[in-house]
């Protein structure tokens, strides 16, 4: 794939933590799940059909409005059950379905309408508040990236490219999928109504097989209005804020979750690859590597991973184990930083001090539309793992916190020595112990954060 390089923008932990974020999810969804099941209930209490004699579902010749209304009513009260499994989508979900319930009890005559209207109203007001939250933060972060923006590129592996250009095809499938299936389910609804329309209740056993075809044609009609909303935001905010790579401030809350200072790279830790345990002489890591593939032959997804080069570092290999890392010199240590064989999975991988070195970078990200992936910084270029192809996860309102914190885990004694890595470009202290391999402490923590115990 050809290379391209991309603006690298570097906005302050000030200015990334002011990015505004959405509702939770909660928050979102439960006030339009409320007026939802508030319209459902009164309507029923008002209507008093336990009082009412059993009567045929429809008067007259079956009609077009009579089709609809038992489809919306259906999508309705799945609603009322269903709601949460919707998560957010259920805030344009509701006032769609609302809107249809009332339109077509408006045509019918109920006289109940009105309450559907107004349910129909209040979750449009709801979802309006959420569209201009979505706006103010896209132009947030628009400016943001103007002004946080440096004379610095950066180019983009192939890899990174491929999974990036996957994520859009995958939206956007997903929009064009939907939408053939809502077409090809009102041609069956269309087909089978031409044949109903017009007969009474009686003569269909109350039971008209166009509202049955109407009910999943009406919820993929829905489903792809939101999912093509969907892809045109995300084209929208794209188009806003363009295509930067974010040097994110580690340790800092902002519009999406991530330890930045390491970048999901604690898989790469107390490992060695694969080629190098393979040819070296003694390697315990590659023994034991060899007899654990054989426990998962059978395991097909296993021994498609196989061609992963990354394995368990053994912690009492001669080349690669806890004494190994413990024996090397400061200068030899210090040679091998970026060897993840150093150090402990629990500790994050060395931070660089000058942000154009930093390890991990969010690359593509324009607000909530596109979250952007976080890729690794290595060689002078932002790259992925073949498998990494999930967008970053968006930060909610309710997110207190980054990702889990390793300070927990950090050994209260058997501390060996401690190794300043300032002089080579490193943000921070490489502490080893006599249990554990080395832990990368970076200055914030060093002087904010030391446990007591580990204070000569």
């Known amino acids: 794939m050809k290379p391209i390089s991309w603006p690298v923008a570097a906005p302050t932990a000030e200015q990334w933590g002011r990015v505004p974020v959405r509702f939770s999810m909660p928050l979102s969804m439960v006030p339009a799940w409320m007026i939802l099941i508030a319209c459902a209930v009164g309507t029923f209490i008002a209507e008093r059909p336990w009082e009412a004699p059993e009567g045929p579902l429809w008067q007259g010749g079956l009609t077009v409005y009579t089709v609809f209304e038992s489809a919306a009513w259906m999508s309705m009260i799945g609603l009322v059950f269903g709601c949460w499994a919707f998560a957010r989508f259920a805030v344009l979900l509701v006032p769609l379905v609302l809107t249809g319930v009332a339109y077509t009890s408006s045509h019918t005559g109920e006289t109940t309408a009105g309450v559907w209207w107004v349910g129909a ?79 009474t209740s009686q003569e269909l056993d109350d039971f008209p097989w166009s509202a049955f075809w109407a009910l999943p044609a009406l919820a993929l009609s829905v489903l792809a209005v939101g999912q093509i909303a969907k892809v045109v935001w995300r084209a929208i905010s794209r188009a806003v804020v ?144 073949e498998w990494d192809t999930d967008l970053a996860w968006e930060r909610e309102s309710a997110d207190a916190d980054v990702w889990g914190s390793e300070d927990s885990l950090l050994p209260l004694g058997g501390e060996v020595d401690r190794i300043d890595l300032h002089d080579d470009g490193w943000a921070g202290f490489a502490v080893r112990f006599k249990h554990e391999r080395a832990w990368f402490l970076a200055d914030e923590r060093m002087e904010n954060t030391e446990p007591p115990l580990l204070r000569r």
């Open 242 to 385: 363009g295509n930067y790579v974010w040097q994110v401030p580690p340790n800092s809350l902002g519009p999406v979750m991530g330890d930045f200072s390491s970048a999901g790279l604690n898989d790469e830790l107390s490992t060695v690859k694969k080629s190098l345990a393979e040819v070296t002489p003694g390697c315990l890591c590659w023994t034991e590597s060899q007899r654990e593939d054989h426990r998962f032959d059978d395991d097909e997804d296993f021994m498609e991973n196989l061609n992963i080069d990354l394995i368990a570092a053994t912690d009492y290999c001669v080349h690669h184990g806890i004494d190994a890392v413990n024996s090397l010199t400061p200068q030899d240590f210090k040679r091998q930083l970026e060897k993840g064989w150093l150090w402990s999975e629990h500790t994050r991988f060395p931070l660089r001090i000058k942000g154009a070195a930093q390890t991990a970078v969010l690359v593509g990200f324009a607000g909530h539309g596109f979250t952007g992936m976080i890729a690794n910084h290595r060689g002078g270029a932002a790259d992925v793992r």
């Open 121 to 199: 109203a209040l979750t449009t007001i709801w979802l309006v508040v959420h569209v201009v939250m979505s706006v103010r933060q896209l132009h947030y972060v628009a400016k943001l990236a103007k002004s946080a923006a440096t004379t610095e590129t950066m180019a983009l592996g192939a890899t990174l490219q491929t999974n990036m250009a996957k994520a859009q095809r995958y939206s956007i499938n997903w929009a064009f999928g939907l939408t053939i299936a809502a077409v090809l389910a009102w041609t069956v609804v269309r087909w089978v109504m031409g044949s109903e329309l017009g007969k």
